[in-house]
């Protein structure tokens, strides 16, 4: 039996392209050594037109993970942010994801739709296989999506095996070119996206390549082109010969509200130290558990 109740998103319903087709989905947040613990249920209203595919809407009955929340710092001190760290073992990385924000009164409403994988059992984003999703928590509620990816340099174009001579532009490109679900060429997916931004950082003394773009564009031309494109903010880093990178994303009409809660998130994005559960992308490449 599922309890129906109101819930306070970011955004008003709507804002969210109506539907005939309903989902009840119920989620918790549970905090440890915290004074706080929000625990709530809602009725979302996601349909295909508002950018999700049909692997999002069978995410609702997963259960959110437990994870020490506390309340953030920095630019988003005055609006009381508050996030939760998320640790992958196996891929060794980790990121902030915001759980609360109690000057607008709104609780995210997140489900962990795939738990942290290996790169060889991994879902692919394309065809080839090269650039797989080993990790990704989604908002239905509010139309976020969260997810973490890892696959090699697109040789085509970054052709130098030194990363210090790669410029942001050119791993982003990389990524991109790699991320699509169709069978089309890479110049083709990376038509889908207009890069808006790029630049680069260092954290720990590695190189680390931030960029933000659109996907609004059909990918052929028999596709219907989406007036509610999404927009993603995205982090990569290089380790063991392999790209891992983080991508956040809402609907475009959206980004003003939420866009600098997902910058945010991008910019905690960092590998760990290996651990005796890290699991290299190369290792074990016919294992599918």
Same mark, same amino acid.
């Given at each position: 039996?599922?309890?129906?109740?109101?819930?306070? #998103? +970011?955004?008003?319903?709507?804002?969210?392209?109506?539907?005939?087709?309903?989902?009840?989905?119920?989620?918790?947040?549970?905090?440890?050594?915290?004074?706080?613990?929000? !625990?709530?249920?809602?009725?979302?209203?996601?349909?295909?037109?508002?950018?999700? !595919?049909?692997? *999002?809407?069978? $995410?609702?009955?997963?259960?959110?993970?437990?994870?020490?929340?506390?309340?953030?710092?920095? #630019?988003?001190?005055? *609006?009381?942010?508050?996030?939760?760290?998320?640790? =992958?073992? /196996?891929?060794? !990385?980790?990121?902030?994801?915001?759980?609360?924000?109690?000057?607008?009164?709104?609780?995210?409403?997140?489900?962990?739709?795939?738990?942290? *994988?290996?790169?060889?059992?991994?879902?692919?984003?394309?065809?080839?296989?090269?650039?797989?999703?080993?990790?990704?928590?989604? =908002?239905?509620? %509010?139309?976020?999506?969260?997810?973490?990816?890892?696959?090699?340099?697109?040789?085509?174009?970054?052709?130098?095996? =030194?990363?210090?001579?790669?410029?942001?532009?050119?791993?982003?490109?990389?990524?991109?070119?790699?991320?699509?679900?169709?069978?089309?060429?890479?110049?083709?997916?990376?038509?889908?996206?207009?890069?808006?931004?790029?630049? #680069?950082?260092? /954290?720990?003394?590695?190189?680390?390549?931030?960029?933000?773009?659109?996907?609004?564009?059909?990918?052929?031309?028999?596709?219907?082109?989406?007036?509610?494109?999404?927009?993603?903010?995205?982090?990569?880093?290089?380790?063991?010969?392999? $790209?891992?990178?983080?991508?956040?994303?809402? $609907?475009?009409?959206?980004?003003?509200?939420?866009?600098?809660?997902?910058?945010?998130?991008?910019?905690?994005?960092? $590998? +760990?130290?290996?651990?005796?559960?890290?699991?290299?992308?190369?290792? %074990?490449?016919?294992?599918?558990?």
């Amino acid at each position: 039996m599922v309890v129906l109740s109101p819930y306070l #998103s +970011l955004f008003t319903s709507n804002q969210l392209v109506p539907s005939k087709l309903f989902f009840r989905e119920q989620a918790r947040t549970v905090m440890q050594q915290s004074k706080w613990q929000p !625990c709530s249920s809602a009725i979302s209203k996601p349909t295909l037109q508002s950018g999700f !595919c049909r692997r *999002e809407l069978l $995410l609702f009955g997963l259960s959110a993970p437990v994870l020490v929340v506390f309340p953030s710092s920095g #630019s988003l001190a005055e *609006e009381d942010l508050k996030m939760a760290t998320f640790v =992958d073992e /196996i891929n060794s !990385c980790s990121y902030l994801y915001p759980v609360e924000l109690p000057s607008k009164k709104v609780i995210f409403k997140w489900v962990e739709s795939r738990k942290p *994988e290996r790169y060889s059992s991994a879902a692919p984003l394309s065809p080839d296989a090269r650039l797989r999703i080993v990790s990704e928590r989604v =908002d239905i509620v %509010d139309n976020l999506i969260i997810s973490i990816s890892i696959g090699p340099p697109n040789s085509k174009i970054i052709k130098s095996p =030194d990363k210090s001579t790669w410029t942001a532009k050119d791993v982003a490109d990389s990524v991109l070119a790699d991320k699509s679900a169709l069978r089309v060429t890479s110049s083709q997916r990376m038509a889908e996206s207009s890069v808006l931004d790029a630049h #680069s950082g260092e /954290i720990a003394g590695e190189p680390y390549w931030y960029y933000e773009y659109l996907v609004r564009k059909a990918p052929t031309k028999t596709a219907e082109e989406s007036n509610n494109y999404r927009h993603y903010v995205a982090s990569t880093t290089e380790r063991d010969g392999y $790209l891992y990178s983080i991508n956040a994303s809402t $609907l475009n009409k959206q980004w003003n509200i939420v866009g600098p809660i997902l910058q945010k998130t991008i910019a905690s994005f960092h $590998l +760990l130290p290996p651990t005796e559960n890290y699991v290299p992308p190369y290792k %074990d490449p016919w294992r599918f558990w």
